[in-house]
């Protein structure tokens, strides 16, 4: 029999959840469907596409929408199949073999994965018990540990915390690594670096249109930083990555503010309606679990029964995700919400501690 190397063998294949789900609020999606306007005038731009060519390697209308949309240079922006694909392309691109890489625990866990699959040496940084950030420790261990990236998310995935602009500022000017900074939930805050990266030659951010723009079907996220290291992942990336019907449909709704504003508007008021809810269970059920303010457009609890809950819930038809310590719950529909506001009630009162 042919042997799996042992980086490989023991891997299995990412698997979102599984089971008969009826409420969905473990992936961070959007809860809102496209408005029927924007299919409707995208339906009629799909006769001119030419199908039987490549997509655009630039993705130059695509990456001229976002431009416009965030107010950075065309030049200094590049498109991939997702954050995902760009994750993985970073890597490849700015380590060499051995090189080590930080992460700040818990993060998103495909920054591991990613550092694990490329053989490169991991230096994982806690958080702390807060899980804020902590500047000054992070830039001493990069700078000791000889750390060449330092990825890590902002606000952050599990925690839903963000960390104020003034401090990623002194983190990137504090280290000789390259920062990636994913800002993947940025648009539901407001302490981007976006407008200012051009500032720093050690500096990529991270943005996606799956989360805020409710279109995760269509894997597009973008690296931003100054041209020199934009042009590097240019270069390493796979040239028709972004296939033509995203690059179409991204573009045609990165073109109306107006929409993306409003829809920001109903995610935020989900935020609104979850956080209020759990923060009534907090008063009703003291000592039980905190909720971590959120930046986000999902709520973290740290809870000592965490598991016990994902569990619960999972019984009762709600995918939620269990991930560093901590609850991880979308923000759905205001019917999805009071839901599942319902069921954790109905845990406190009957199970655990
Ligand atoms: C959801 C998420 C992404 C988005 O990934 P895509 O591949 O663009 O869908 C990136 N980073 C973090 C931290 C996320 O939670």
Not at 266 to 284: D, F, M, N
Not at 307 to 330: D, S
Request: glycine share 6%; hydrophobic share 40%.
């Amino acid at each position: 029999m042919y042997p799996l190397n042992d980086k490989i063998k023991d891997l299995e294949p990412y698997t979102p959840v599984e089971g008969g789900f009826r409420i969905h609020l473990d992936a961070n999606e959007s809860f809102l469907p496209l408005p029927d306007s924007f299919l409707e005038e995208w339906s009629n731009t799909l006769g001119h596409l030419s199908l039987n060519r490549y997509p655009d390697p630039a993705a130059r209308d695509l990456c001229k929408a976002f431009a416009e949309h965030y107010q950075v240079p065309e030049e200094c922006v590049v498109a991939g199949n997702g954050s995902d694909e760009l994750i993985t392309v970073l890597f490849t691109a700015f380590l060499q073999r051995g090189e080590a890489f930080a992460t700040l625990e818990p993060d998103f866990s495909m920054y591991a994965f990613n550092g694990y699959l490329q053989e490169n040496r991991h230096v994982a940084i806690p958080k702390k018990a807060d899980y804020s950030l902590d500047v000054e420790q992070i830039i001493q261990t990069c700078e000791q540990e000889n750390v060449r990236l330092l990825i890590f998310s902002n606000p952050g995935n599990p925690t839903s915390l963000v960390c104020p602009r003034e401090e990623i500022r002194r983190l990137v000017r504090g280290v000789s690594a390259l920062v990636v900074l994913d800002e993947a939930y940025m648009d539901f805050s407001d302490q981007s670096l976006l407008e200012e990266c051009q500032a720093y030659d050690n500096l990529l951010i991270l943005r996606t249109c799956s989360k805020a723009f409710g279109l995760a079907a269509l894997r597009l996220g973008f690296a931003v930083g100054q041209k020199r290291l934009v042009d590097a992942v240019k270069a390493v990336k796979s040239p028709y990555n972004v296939n033509t019907l995203s690059q179409s449909l991204g573009t045609l709704v990165l073109r109306y503010p107006q929409a993306i504003r409003e829809a920001l508007e109903k995610i935020l008021h989900s935020r609104e309606q979850l956080t209020a809810g759990l923060q009534e269970l907090c008063r009703v059920f003291p000592n039980r679990f905190t909720l971590l303010p959120s930046a986000t457009n999902f709520a973290a609890l740290h809870m000592a029964e965490g598991k016990e809950l994902y569990q619960y819930l999972g019984e009762q038809g709600i995918a939620v995700r269990y991930t560093g310590g901590l609850v991880r719950i979308t923000c759905g529909t205001s019917q999805e919400n009071q839901v599942v506001l319902a069921k954790i009630r109905e845990f406190l009162e009957n199970r655990g501690a």
